[in-house]
């Protein structure tokens, strides 16, 4: 019978679960399909400074917070 010792046993563990988590963040943060990938959703109002997604495709967006509007895409100059 073959035996193998503990702490040989939970290291190989634990090294595989390593190589498993960084595996998943590596796929998860470099897929084509990614939302944060597009860049086009998130908005920063420049007034009030709040980070928010505008899941419309138009050329204003309105701020959830302070409700400015916020001219979005090419035109934008600011």
Known sequence: ??????????????FIMI?????EIFFYNYQESSVIS?????QQCP???VIFYCFRDTQIAVCP??????????????
Do not use: N, P
């Open 1 to 14: 019978m073959i035996t193998i010792a503990l702490d040989i046993l939970a290291a190989g563990l634990i």
């Open 65 to 78: 917070h302070c409700q400015s509007y916020l001219e979005t895409g090419e035109g934008k100059y600011a």
């Open 38 to 42: 597009r860049g086009t959703l998130i």
């Open 19 to 23: 190589l498993f988590v960084l595996g």
């Open 47 to 49: 007034f009030c400074l």
